[in-house]
């Protein structure tokens, strides 16, 4: 069942024990701090949870999932709110701000790291140690939401992805046990968790290995954009013989007149190289060289930079906005891949998006880690592109018509897969979730929910319902 409009007696009394026995808020639709308490990064995102708790413990998170349980009602969790999914509608949300233990243990080289920590505090402490961990282009997602789903980052042809990495995670289930989830303890379990984000449980925290680096070679070249056909096709032949040591993506952006926006950028159509090389600084120079003949930049950030600047790489958004996105995974980048893009998202296209990223993939990307986990469509995959479109209410129905333009005109070179953390809230049916993974692997994660969460309490997400 769903809470009622009116609620029963014996729902409110369990709100009201609720309530009691939890040490963080415990709030209703139509309380002063529901709002704030449910806000997300992704503003398009509204969340109409029948209620919000905010855990401070995992004693309060088993207590939410226990009372959800009783009353059946589905369990969403909420971190910073960049990635979204289905609807929490009648949902018992549960917020994970304030679980922020940070450890990183300088002689082992590991990270402890719960639920509410995200990656620019974790940067910011890891850089003082030389230590670094596999992190995402934005300093506001959480650690665990982006490494569930895989975690693709600058480092990511040299590494893997950040799920690869991890050793250990804390997670309570469907019954409000809390278990601790290794290769040993619980090799399946472990398996999903890696790669299937929130189908499982709650994850409170995650443990993963942290890497020696305090500098690298990295940073963005802005180019004009009459200059985008020439960065893109050489970046598609480029990327044909970089090293292993070399991760890299070209952004097409229509950039507003905002103040957010550096003063040179404003207005304008211009395109982003992301560069982020784990190799000597002078060998970053020649590989990076072929770019910089190309013509004058507008910006050239791109040098020896530490690692606690690497979000300056991708200089994402910081502050909450409204967006439409959506993404696909290329096995190949053709020229005749690259003119598509430009006619949909180039200079002269009147295109609504501000963000067409083709990002290299391969690599370390492409390999399966030593001990397996869930993160899918490895082998196949050279490329992916992500969209980005900003907009209201009023505008989504023609600015997500105009991105799967963009993704159908690819599909001659698509692998017709996708990637669990450039899924979005149009990608939530389990058909297209399933997407994510190979057949067998998708039929294993089934089989998996159904043993820990054979009601599917945990389904507001891109959902694996349990086998039947």
Known sequence: MSAPE???VQYAIGITA???????PVLLPGDASFAAEIATYNLTVVH???VVVGATSVADVQEAVRFAAVYNLPVAVLGAGHGSSVSSDGAVLITTRRLTGLSIDETAKTARVEAGVRWGEFVEQASKLGLAGLNGSSPTVTVVGYTLGGGLGPFGRKYGYAADHVTALDVVTANGELRHVTADSDPDLFWALRGAKGNFGVVVAIEFTVFPLQAFYGGGIFFPGELAGDVLHLFREWTQNVPEEMSASVGLLHLPAAPFVPEPLRDRVVVHLRIAYLG???DGALLVEPFRKLGTPIIDAVGPMPYAAVATIHNDPVDPLPVYEHAALLRELPAEAVDTLLRFAGPGSDSPLILAEVRHMGGALARTPEVPNAVGNRDQTLYSVFLVAAGGPPDAEALHA?????IDALEPWST???YLNFMFANDAD???????YAPEAYERLTAIKRRFDPSNLFRINHNIPPAS
């Open 6 to 8: 009116t609620p029963g």
């Open 18 to 24: 609720l309530q009691a026995t939890v040490a963080g």
């Open 48 to 50: 109409t949870p029948a």
């Open 280 to 282: 000597g600084p002078s």
């Open 402 to 406: 105009y991105e799967q333009q963009v």
């Open 416 to 418: 017709g897969r996708r």
């Open 430 to 436: 389990p058909q297209t979730a399933a997407l994510a």
